[in-house]
C-alpha cells in the first residue's frame, strides 16, 4: 500500500524525535542482556537447521578420500562432482526417481483441479443437497478406519503394486477443498452473476472466471500436495510390497541407508569394462552414496522452497479459517 | 385422459427412483468381491477370493493371475477365461450405461428420453453379461477338476451370479418401462435439466472416490471378528465373535505388548502435550527480535526441516550422530582437549541404544516442526492491535510486561484450540518417524500405536496377525473420535466456538 503523504510525515517527525532524546530510547542493561541471549538462541538455532543440509552437501561435493577419513567437517576439500554422475549407476534409483516426479507431477495437477471443482461446487447453494454432500466429504478428516482396513481395502481395489495407488486416492482432499471453497466464497457473486446472465453455464463459469481467480490458493494447495507426494514413504512400503520398480524416491533412500555398509552390493553391475566398474567401486564409498542420494531428494524441496515462501503463511490462515 | 397421464407420469417416476437406486446399489457392489459373479473358480489356482467385479473387469491380468498356472500345467481352457473377462466388461459397461440414463433422467423431456435410450441399453448389456458369465460357468462344468485335486482347482457357483442376474433383471424391466413412457411424449428442442442437478451431476464422480476410500475401508472392520490369514475367506466357519477383543485382555504376551506401546504413545504424546507452548514462546521470542533480515532470514530456515520427509531427517540424523557422522569427526579433531572435558568418541554413534528415547524422538520432532508450528503465533502476534502497545509503553510497562498482559493474552485462543486438537491425538503419533528411527535396541522404547498395528498387520500380517491389529487400530479410530468431539464440545463450553 502506498504511504500516504500524511504518513510520511508523522514517520519522518517520529525519526526526528528519536534522534533527539536518543538518550531516552536508548537500550537498558537488561535489554542488552535479553538481546543477546535472544539473538543467540535463533543464531544458534538457526544454524542448528542449516548446518546438517550443509554438511551433507560439502561431504557430496569432495574428495572421497578426504570424506573417509573424516576431514571433511566445515568446508569442502578436494572439490568434485563425481559422486553425483556416479550416481547413474546405482541400481534401482533411475526408476524410483521417475515414479516420485511422475506420482508428484501426476498427483497433483488432477487433486489441483479436482480440489478447485469441488470447492467451487460446494459454494453453490442451489446443488442437490448440498448440505448433506459437504458433510459427507468434510467428516471423512476426522476419521478414518485404520492402517490395517485401508490396507485391505486397497489390496480389494487392485491398488497394490500398481502405479494408481499413488494418485487415485489422493485426488480428493478435504483439507485443500475447504481453503479453496473458503477462497471462492470471497470472490464477489457479481462476477458470477453477469457471467450467468449472459448465458454461461456452471463449467464455463469455472473454467473461465473462478479457476483464473482462484491461482494464488491453488499454487498453495499445489505446492502443498507436491511436498506431500514427493515426501510419502510409508504408502509406497505397504503396497507395492511386490514390485521393487515402483518404489518412491524416499522408499529407496530408507533402503539405503539401512543396508549398511555393503552398498556396493547395490550397485547394478556396471556395464562399461571392468576396469572401469573396479575404479568406481574404490572411489564410491557407502558412507558418500548415501549422502548423494538423500541430497538428490532435498534439491526439489530446496527449490521449490522460495516459492513456498510466498504461499505457506497465505495457507496457514487459512487453514485456521473453519470450514 | 389428463388423470391417466398423471398416473401414467407418476409410474414412470417411480420406476425411474427405483432404476437409480438399484444402479447406485450395483456400482456400490461392483467393488465388493464377496459379490463378485465372475469368481466361478476356487481353490489356490482358482480367481482371487479379494478380487471385486470392478478389478475382473479393468484387469485381465490379476483376474488370470491365479488360474494361469491350471492353464499352463491342466490344459484349463483359456478361452473360458477371456469370455469371463469380456462378460465382466460387458456388465461394468452395462451398468456404466445405466448410471448415465440415470443422470439424464434428471433433465426435461428431452433428457429423459435419451436417459430412457441409455438405461434400455444399459439394462441389455446388464444381462448380456450375467449370461456370459453363466455361459462361461457352464463351459467350466465339462473341465475335469479332480485331475487338479478339489482343495487345488474347484467349480464355484458365486452368489455374485444371482445378485447381478436379479439386479440386471429389473433394471432392463424398469428401463422397459421407463423407454416405452417416454416414446410417446414430446420432446422439447433442447436438452435442459434444473441447476440442482446439473451441480449434483458434476460433483458424483466424486462421491464415488469419497466413497471408495473413505467410507468402504469401515467394512474392513468385519475382518476383527475372524480368523483371518491372507488370501483366506471370511465365512461362518472362521467368525470368531470378540476373540480377538478378549485376547488383547487375557493373553500375557499381548497385554504386555499393548500396555508397553500404549506407555510409549502416552509417554511421547504427553512430552509433546507439555511443551507444545514451545512454538508460543518461539514466536513470541521471535518478535522481539528487531533486525527485520535476522527475523527473516531465522523464519526461512526455520522453517526448511518440516518439508523434508522423516526419511530424509534420519539422513541428516546419521550424517551428523553416526560412528563416523559430524560430531565423531569433530570430537577428533582436538582428542585431547575434549577429553579434559570428559567427551569421547562413542564408537558407535549417537542413534542406537534406548537410552532417552522419547526425549530423543521428542527432540528431533521439535527441530523439525517448531519453526512452521510457530507461524501461526506470528500471524496471530501480527494482529494484535499495535494501540495496546503504545498503549503499554506510554504506561510504562517493559518487554516483559507487553508479553505478558498482551502477547500471551491475545495468542491464548489459537493456543486452546491447537491443544485441544493435540490432545484428541492424543494417540496418533504417525509412524514415520518412529519407524525410521527404531532399531534392534530402541524398538522397544520407540513402538508406538500405529507403529504397532503396521508392524502386526502388514510387516506379520502373513502370521495371522492381522485381525489383532485391526482390533487395535479400529479401537483407536473410535477413541480418536470421541476425544475429538470431547474437545469440540470443551471449545463449545468453554469459549463458546466449535473447533470444526
Known amino acids: ?323 | 385422459m389428463k388423470e391417466l397421464k398423471a398416473t401414467n407420469n407418476k409410474v414412470t417416476d417411480f420406476s425411474y427412483v427405483i432404476l437409480r437406486i438399484l444402479t447406485a446399489f450395483s456400482v456400490i457392489l461392483l467393488f465388493f468381491p464377496g459379490v463378485n459373479p465372475a469368481r466361478i473358480l476356487t481353490g489356490t489356482f482358482g480367481i482371487s477370493k479379494n478380487l471385486s467385479l470392478f478389478t475382473s473387469a479393468i484387469s485381465y491380468e490379476s483376474l488370470v493371475k491365479d488360474v494361469e498356472f491350471a492353464v499352463m500345467r491342466y490344459d484349463y481352457p483359456e478361452y473360458i477365461m477371456l469370455i469371463l473377462c469380456i462378460a465382466s466388461i460387458v456388465l461394468l459397461a452395462g451398468i456404466a450405461f445405466s448410471v448415465a440414463g440415470c443422470c439424464f433422467s434428471l433433465g426435461n423431456i428431452k433428457c429423459k428420453k435419451t436417459g430412457s435410450k441409455l438405461s434400455l441399453v444399459g439394462g441389455i448389456l446388464m444381462v448380456i453379461g450375467v449370461v456370459g458369465i453363466v455361459v462361461s460357468y457352464i463351459l467350466t462344468k465339462d473341465f475335469d477338476f479332480a485331475s487338479v485335486g478339489a482343495s487345488k482347482f474347484a467349480l464355484n457357483f458365486p452368489t455374485g451370479i444371482i445378485v447381478f442376474g436379479v439386479l440386471s433383471a429389473v433394471a432392463l424391466l424398469l428401463s422397459v418401462v421407463v423407454a416405452i413412457a417416454y416414446a410417446k411424449q414430446q420432446a422439447e428442442e433442447h436438452y435442459w435439466m434444473e441447476s440442482k442437478y446439473k451441480l449434483f451431476l458434476m460433483f458424483l464422480p466424486f462421491i464415488l472416490l469419497i466413497f471408495i476410500f473413505s467410507y468402504l475401508p469401515l467394512y474392513g472392520w468385519r475382518y476383527s471378528f475372524y480368523e483371518y490369514y491372507p488370501g483366506g475367506t471370511l465365512s461362518k466357519d472362521n467368525f470368531v465373535g470378540f476373540k480377538w477383543f478378549t485376547q488383547l485382555f487375557e493373553n500375557d504376551a499381548t497385554r504386555r505388548d499393548v500396555i508397553r506401546v500404549l506407555k510409549n504413545t502416552l509417554g511421547m504424546s504427553t512430552i509433546g502435550i507439555a511443551t507444545s507452548w514451545f512454538a508460543m514462546a518461539f514466536a513470541i521470542l521471535l518478535t522481539e527480535i528487531k533486525t527485520g533480515w535476522f527475523r527473516r532470514f531465522v523464519q526461512i530456515f526455520t522453517t526448511i526441516p518440516n518439508f523434508i520427509s522423516w526419511v530424509l531427517v534420519y539422513a541428516l540424523a546419521l550424517a551428523i550422530f553416526s560412528s563416523d557422522g559430524f560430531i565423531n569427526n569433530f570430537i577428533k579433531l582436538a582428542p585431547d582437549f575434549f577429553e579434559k572435558l570428559g567427551i569421547t568418541a562413542a564408537s558407535e554413534g549417537y542413534l542406537g541404544g534406548d537410552s532417552h528415547s522419547w526425549l530423543k524422538m521428542w527432540a528431533w520432532g521439535t527441530w523439525k516442526g517448531i519453526g512452521w508450528s510457530a507461524i501461526i503465533y506470528i500471524a496471530g502476534i501480527s494482529g494484535i492491535d499495535q494501540q495496546l502497545y503504545e498503549a503499554a509503553t506510554v504506561d510504562g510497562a517493559g518487554r516483559f510486561q507487553k508479553i505478558r498482559h498482551i502477547t500471551i493474552p491475545g495468542l491464548i485462543p489459537t493456543y486452546c484450540v491447537l491443544l485441544l486438537m493435540s490432545i484428541a491425538g492424543i494417540l496418533s503419533n504417525g509412524m514415520d518417524q518412529y519407524l525410521v528411527f527404531s532399531n534392534p535396541q530402541n524398538e522397544k522404547t520407540l513402538e508406538v500405536l500405529d507403529l504397532y498395528v503396521y508392524n502386526l498387520g502388514i510387516a506379520n500380517g502373513a502370521q495371522g496377525t492381522i485381525p489383532l491389529s485391526t482390533v487395535i487400530g479400529m479401537t483407536k479410530s473410535l477413541i480418536s473420535v470421541v476425544l475429538l468431539f470431547l474437545a469440540n464440545t470443551i471449545s463449545k463450553l468453554v469459549r463458546g466456538e466449535s473447533i470444526f
Open chain 1, 1 to 323: 500500500m502506498a504511504k500516504t503523504k500524511q504518513e510520511k510525515l508523522d514517520l519522518k517527525a517520529e525519526k526526528e524525535y528519536a534522534k533527539k532524546h536518543k538518550k531516552k530510547y536508548a537500550l537498558k542493561p537488561g535489554d542488552v542482556v535479553f538481546n543477546i541471549v535472544n539473538y543467540g538462541f535463533f543464531g544458534i538455532f538457526t544454524l542448528s537447521c542449516l548446518f546438517p543440509f550443509y554438511y551433507l552437501f560439502i561431504n557430496t561435493v569432495s574428495n572421497n578420500s578426504f570424506v573417509a577419513k573424516g576431514m571433511v567437517n566445515f568446508y569442502p576439500r578436494g572439490f568434485t562432482v563425481s559422486n553425483y554422475i556416479a550416481l547413474k549407476n546405482v541400481s534401482d534409483l533411475g526408476s524410483s526417481l521417475i515414479v516420485s516426479v511422475g506420482r508428484t507431477v501426476l498427483g497433483t495437477v488432477l487433486m489441483v483441479l479436482a480440489s478447485a471443482l469441488i470447492g467451487y461446487l460446494m459454494t453453490k447453494q442451489k446443488m442437490w443437497k448440498r448440505k448433506f454432500w459437504y458433510r459427507f466429504l468434510v467428516i471423512t478428516m476426522y476419521f478414518n478406519a485404520g492402517t490395517i482396513p485401508w490396507y485391505l481395502n486397497m489390496v480389494m481395489l487392485g491398488l497394490t503394486d500398481n502405479f494408481m495407488a499413488y494418485i487415485i486416492p489422493g485426488i480428493v482432499a478435504p483439507y485443500n477443498i475447504i481453503l479453496v471453497k473458503t477462497y471462492v466464497e470471497s470472490i464477489p457473486a457479481e462476477l458470477e452473476e453477469s457471467a450467468f446472465i449472459d448465458g454461461a453455464g456452471y463449467f464455463t463459469i469455472f473454467k473461465n472466471i473462478i479457476f483464473p481467480l482462484c491461482k494464488p490458493i491453488l499454487a498453495t494447495i499445489a505446492i502443498f500436495g507436491a511436498v506431500g507426494h514427493w515426501n510419502s514413504f510409508t504408502d509406497s512400503l505397504m503396497l507395492m510390497q511386490n514390485s521393487t520398480n515402483l518404489f518412491t524416491l524416499q522408499h529407496r533412500l530408507w533402503i539405503y541407508l539401512n543396508s549398511a555398509s555393503n552398498l556396493q552390493a547395490l550397485m547394478a553391475n556396471p556395464t562399461g569394462g571392468s576396469a572401469a566398474a573396479a575404479a568406481l567401486q574404490n572411489a564410491m564409498n557407502a558412507k558418500v552414496i548415501k549422502y548423494t542420494i538423500s541430497m538428490v531428494s532435498i534439491i526439489p524441496i530446496l527449490m521449490v522452497y522460495p516459492f513456498m515462501m510466498r504461499y505457506f503463511e497465505k495457507g496457514i490462515m487459512l487453514g485456521a479459517v473453519k470450514g
